[in-house]
Each structure stands twice: as C-alpha cells, then as structure tokens.
C-alpha cells in the first residue's frame, strides 16, 4: 500500500492557477500510474487526469485538455497537477490516486485505482 497526501488547493479568481502536489509514501513511488480526480458538490467523482510510471505518458478529460499538466518527480515521490486559465467549473475537491503496483496502463477509471489521498479543496470564484 501507498499512503498519497494532497496539497496546494485553494481559492483563486477565474482565470489563476494553482498547482497541486500529492505526496506518496510506504513503498517505492516509481512502480505506480498515478491519476488526479475531483468531485463537485453533488456530483460524482470524476477523472481528471493520469500520468505513466515513467512520466513518459499521459491522458486528460477533455475538460481539463490545453490547462491542466500532470507531472511527476519520482526522486521526491511526488506527483503534480498543474492547472491554468482555471474556471469555476474546475471547483470541487481534488484526490490523487495511485493504481495498484502491477498495472502498468494508464486508466480513466475510479475503480482502476487502489489507494486514494484525502483531497484539498480548490475553489474558483468568479
């Protein structure tokens, strides 16, 4: 199991960017594809993006296509989600995900991740 803890949410006008880190922890970071999803008020959670072992490959929805960028660093055990030309709509809480050690494509799936971090929040107002 990996313990992944998220940071970097916040409040921010439309139009700001914030970057959001997650933190892994409790075993070798590099062997896992990790994701980003959010959840609005109301709204079921959601895939957002995700990123390769290698960091070499990666996939976004379409809503966040052209202003959001995942990122890794596997020497600090650290995963990125950096989000430009934010809108409201972008406001939910944010979880960072990472798949189980044997799998090694990338997946868009809630039930494609095994370990889950906590969230932070990110707001947009307008």
């Known amino acids: 199991q990996v313990q992944l803890v998220e940071s970097g949410g916040g409040l921010v006008q439309v139009g700001g960017s914030l970057r959001l880190s997650c933190a892994a922890s409790?075993?070798?970071?590099?062997?896992?594809?990790m994701g980003w999803f959010r959840q609005a008020p109301g709204k079921e959670r959601e895939f957002v993006s995700t990123?390769?072992?290698?960091?070499?490959?990666?996939s976004y929805a379409d809503s966040v296509k052209g202003r959001f960028t995942i990122s890794r660093d596997n020497a600090k055990n650290m995963v990125f989600l950096q989000m430009n030309s934010l809108k409201p709509e972008d406001t939910a809480v944010y979880f960072c995900?990472?798949?189980?050690?044997?799998?090694?494509?990338?997946?868009?799936?809630?039930?494609?991740?095994?370990?889950w971090g906590q969230g932070t929040q990110v707001t947009v107002s307008s």
């Open positions: 990123i390769s072992k290698s960091g070499g490959m990666t």
């Open positions: 409790g075993r070798t970071f590099n062997p896992y594809v």
């Open positions: 995900a990472a798949r189980s050690m044997t799998s090694v494509a990338l997946s868009t799936a809630l039930s494609g991740y095994a370990n």
